[in-house]
């Protein structure tokens, strides 16, 4: 199983951003995929998930901003994020499991992570 995200970058505060995630070596329509990230010197946390039958979640502080959708056909699963603050800067990483999960201990496959950085 390869997970491949993409899509991170340097942006200023208010712009918007949107990161991929393309899936192999699984049958992607099976799985429930999700975003979490990393800032430095801190815990993983989720962001953002989205079961097989295109039901989504979301972490309370995100809600509004922050919109995750997927694209079986593409093998890809998305992260819109809009009105991006400096505290948004991190690391992404995607994920995949069977069953939609917002615990990062449940998740076996990972991608590589892509870095956001947001400027003020």
């Known amino acids: 199983v390869q997970l491949q995200a993409s899509g991170g970058g340097l942006v200023q505060a208010g712009d918007s951003l949107r990161l991929s995630c393309t899936a192999s070596?699984?049958?992607?329509?099976?799985?429930?995929m999700a975003w979490f990230r990393q800032a430095p010197g801190k815990e993983r946390d989720f962001v953002a998930g989205?079961?097989?039958?295109?039901?989504?979640g979301y972490a309370d502080s995100k809600k509004g901003r922050f919109s995750i959708f997927r694209d079986n056909a593409k093998n890809t699963v998305y992260l819109q994020m809009n009105s991006l603050k400096p505290e948004d800067t991190a690391v992404y990483y995607c994920?995949?499991?069977?069953?939609?999960?917002?615990?990062?201990?449940?998740?076996?496959?990972w991608g590589q992570g892509t870095q956001v950085t947001v400027s003020s």
């Open positions: 070596g699984l049958t992607f329509s099976s799985y429930a």
């Open positions: 989205i079961s097989r039958n295109g039901g989504s």
């Open positions: 994920a995949a499991r069977v069953g939609y999960s917002s615990d990062v201990e449940r998740y076996a496959f």
